[in-house]
């Protein structure tokens, strides 16, 4: 183990270095290609055009027909009709223009009457002058042309005229009034090119039975064919709008992704040949897409870690500590992973389920940081989504994915407020409960067809999952703290155990001690928790910081009850050495312990460089001393805890040196002691604020005051009493 502990810290030291680092994070992404890889590569189809298939071929991908939905599309196209606009305005043009006519005939035939009476002689009756005064009928189609159009002229025959003209008022109304209803309730309706001369003929079959005469019948039906024309026209624009809307509304026609292209023992005709190339099955061997899709993926992965890393705010140390911890974790379980998917390769379904995903977020969670347990849990599943696609036709198995997911989250989040190693198994069974109920609600969205064996081996293989995760766990936690020397909260909870041997070597040789340490860890622990330190490692490091004080017990006064001072027969510069000495001497005797490091700074570094000035004084009444032979070798306190262990330690042996302290005592002591560290710069090495140390004074000064407070004293004869009663 310390071989191993060795060979750790040699990596450790080589990735404080920017270039190891990143070849580092390049061996994790390997083991993430080549575990992914093969799931990914599309698998190689020896197929032919008219050969046999040998095994069902199905889409691992859902891709559009771009040629059979250009097919639909043109199919959908040829059935689009030309659109064709009504011309409503003809309608009222036309009978406007048959009125016209009319209304010019009967104008012309009223001045031929007034012509005529005009020219009739004075006296004589009013009656029609005789046949042989009337105009000729040409004269009046004449004047009736001249007040006509040329076209209208041109495209009416003679005939039409000769009868308007030779026809009376009540004729020409009767002929007019037929003519314009025929014609507009004809022209309302829609008239293309083609039935234009259906059209002519309805108006035409309508006067039949019309009281007229015979050649104002004629005229009229010659009016009404003249009159009816097309109406409705073609319109180009509105059918390329139709043809565009018909377009858009044709829906792709897809190969989806699952779907059976060749069955076994089909011949491969042209289609199926088509659909296999466009499915990227018959090239698959030289597609270079899956590679450089699994390699951005990784990239992806492997870029978050690095900036999760890159953004924490901790010691170096501790940073790279923690990243090779999390490259070992998170590279055995997609190992462990890929082992579990080789089982599909035998039809072993639902293998997924199997798979303790919640170990590497306990581990991380417990060892780390809760963050990267997250963030652990989230790439999990990516990943698991692709190692575990063997039961899929596409590149990922969603339900995989999901599944693993969660039991990693569920892992983190039971934990959140739970380090100790007696949560971990509650954790596992809490992991099961959440697999069996995703693994189920998946199967129901899918809605699955298992039998009851199978629904209940799935059952089976979610609750151990979570079993399992639970048990690998608390397998490698001591393996994992034993290599990298971590102090988890786990290990801490150990240490204070009060039967750890060296605890016991406090308690029988060194009582006074003891005591005084639990008093410090009382103390500090309070203190540390007001600021945001971590209260538990201060508690624990208080148990162990004087364990050099067993070497030599009665040379420290808190051991020297009913004793004689030891100190009283020696010289202040070797009473100073003995004092000095219980630092070293502690660190030393937790080192042959295996402690974790961090105990052992605490009990080097609890006294700084702080000088040991009753022995200092004594020595200097009898002559010149050199201060630094008075002083502990240090070195001085790097972190917030050992900071505050220190001035506790101070402050607790002050304070109980003095009978019976008030709270103004105890507050003015405190400060102080706190002053004196500040000035003789003890603190200029951790990360403590003037902020933070104020609250850490009032802190210890509320805690004093609880411990030293006031007691009733009882009359010596009543207290006699008491004692003979007990």
Known sequence: MDLLRHQFQNIKRLLDITFFRILFFAFIGVILFLSMYGNVKPDKLKLGLFNIAEKTVVSPITVEDKESTEEKRKHELERVQGVYTLKSEYTQNQVDLVASIFDTAIKVSDEIQEEKKKAAPEGESS??????????????????????????????????????????????????????????????????????ENSKKKVEEELKFSTLGPSMKRAAILMRRYAVIQNEFYDPQATEEARRRTAETVEPVKILEGQVIVEEGELVSHEIYRQLKLAGLLDSQDSKKPLFGLLLLIVIILSSIYYYFLERKIQPDKKQTDLLLFGIVFSFSILLMKMASQFQQFGFEGVSSLFPAAMAGIIIKILVDERLAWLTAIVQGICGSIIFNEETTGALNMSAGIYILCGGLAATLFLRDHNARSKILPAGIFVSVVNISVIFSLLFLRNTQYNGMEYGLIFIFAAVSGIASAVLAIGLLPFLEASFGILSTMRLIELSNPNHPLLKKILTEAPGTYHHSVMVANMSEAACEAIGANGLLARVGCYYHDIGKTKRPLFFIENQINRDNPHDRLSPGKSAQIIIAHASDGAALLKKHHMPKEIIDIAEQHHGTSLIKFFYHKAKQAGNVNEEDF??????????????????????????????PTPEQIESLVHSIISDKLQDGQLNECDLTLREIEVVEHTLCETLKGIFHSRIEYPTEMTKQKVVDA
């Open 127 to 196: 009656e029609p002058a005789p046949a042989a005064t009337e105009p000729p009928v040409s004269d009046k189609v004449k004047k009736l042309k001249e007040r006509l159009t040329p076209a209208v002229i041109d495209d009416l025959p003679e005939e039409v005229f000769t009868a308007l003209v030779s026809a009376d008022k009540r004729q020409l109304a009767i002929a007019k009034d037929l003519t314009l209803t025929a014609v507009s309730n004809e022209m309302s309706k829609p008239i293309p090119a083609d039935e234009v």
């Open 631 to 660: 002083r502990y070798p240090g070195p001085k306190a790097q972190t917030k805890e050992t900071a505050i262990i220190g001035i506790a330690d101070s402050v607790e042996a002050a304070v109980r040196s003095m009978a019976q």
